[in-house]
């Protein structure tokens, strides 16, 4: 992450925290929840970039961590009073991330369209074990009471039961997200990962354990799914086996294709402009997936590199067209003197008629 594309990030991230302080109706409650349903997304989408989008591993199963992450909550947490945030947050992340490192070392042996069914069929074990299991509310999925506290020796900085804190509390960890990204991608494994991505074959051949770098970006992405699978069940409540299911993976992997693969930016726009979408389109006719799909194949056809690419295209061609040079008007000629004329009305044949003459 360069220091241009981090002020970039660090003036997104300003903007976007100053809209709980706006007038209503744009600050209003239901636009915070928006923008934090808004956010919550473009974490998920961010964990399944940097596994798509920089290692060149396609899954179908990360709404596995994701959901995984919420149930985690929905069991740990207290039924009759708030429980600890912190206490709740890593056991959320942490069971994300054992979870990936179970199932990455055993996909990590496929390839290609291999890799993808694998993951897909992973995720449905995940999610049929929560979905016929009593324990954890079977179909009907089960509820939380209480927001969680984050409190510091006592101190309460932030009440989740609050929109506005919620919001600005799932912007941070957004922000947090991107930077924890920025810093492996710029580390020894972040370029080894987008090595892989382009030639496994000779990253193997130079003497880089290809799996062990694989298996990491596995286990990275799961865990950063898990703080978005957090966020969600503290922000709606309530949990159920949908949130595990294959279509909430492809959803995430229509924000990133949508927003620019391998693009940390992209990511989050894809997620704003697929949440926004959604919703807008949802509430003009209940058949919204057909104006949602249209949507999609219209931005990949005209940016094959997705609204990140496409935006950064057209900016590369405005710097490159030469500014047009400002037009001069032509001298204007002398106009031609009459020849004089004699005392009878003939004209005069003067030196300069002379030249002129033919």
Partial sequence: MTRTSLLGWLVAIGL??????????????????????????????????????????????HAA??????????????????GNGWWLLAASVGGSALLALVIGSLVMRTRGIYFIMVTLAFAQLVYFVFHDTDA???????????????????????????????YWFTLALMGLTAGVLGLVLRSRLGHALVGIKHNEQRMRATGFATTGYKLASFVIAGALAGVAGFLFAIQHGYVNPEIL???????????????????????????????????????????????????????????????????????QRLARRPAAPATEAPPARPAARPPARGGDGTPQITPQHKEQTP
């Avoid at 600050?27 to 798509?52: C, D, N, P, R, T």
């Fill in 245 to 315: 299911s294959w279509h909430q993976s492809g959803n995430a992997l229509l924000m990133i294709i949508l927003g620019g693969l391998g693009s940390l930016p992209g990511a989050v726009m894809g997620a704003f402009s697929f949440v926004l979408l959604s919703e807008w389109f949802s509430s003009l006719t209940k058949h919204w997936q057909l104006l949602m799909g249209g949507f999609i194949i219209l931005v990949v056809a005209l940016m094959p590199q997705g609204l990140a690419g496409g935006i950064a295209s057209l900016r």
């Fill in 65 to 82: 961590f994701f959901g995984f992450a919420s149930y985690m909550v929905a069991m740990l947490a207290p039924q009759s009073e708030a």
């Fill in 136 to 166: 954890f509310g079977g179909s009907d999925g089960t509820y939380i009471y209480f927001k969680p506290e984050f409190s510091l020796l006592g101190w309460k900085p932030l009440d989740l039961e609050q929109p506005a804190h919620f």
């Fill in 16 to 61: 976007l925290a100053l809209l709980p302080v706006m007038p209503e109706p744009i600050g209003g409650e239901f636009h915070m929840e928006l923008g934090a349903k808004v956010l919550i997304m473009a974490i998920f989408a961010l964990s399944l970039q940097l596994l798509v989008g920089f290692t060149g591993l396609v899954s179908l199963g």
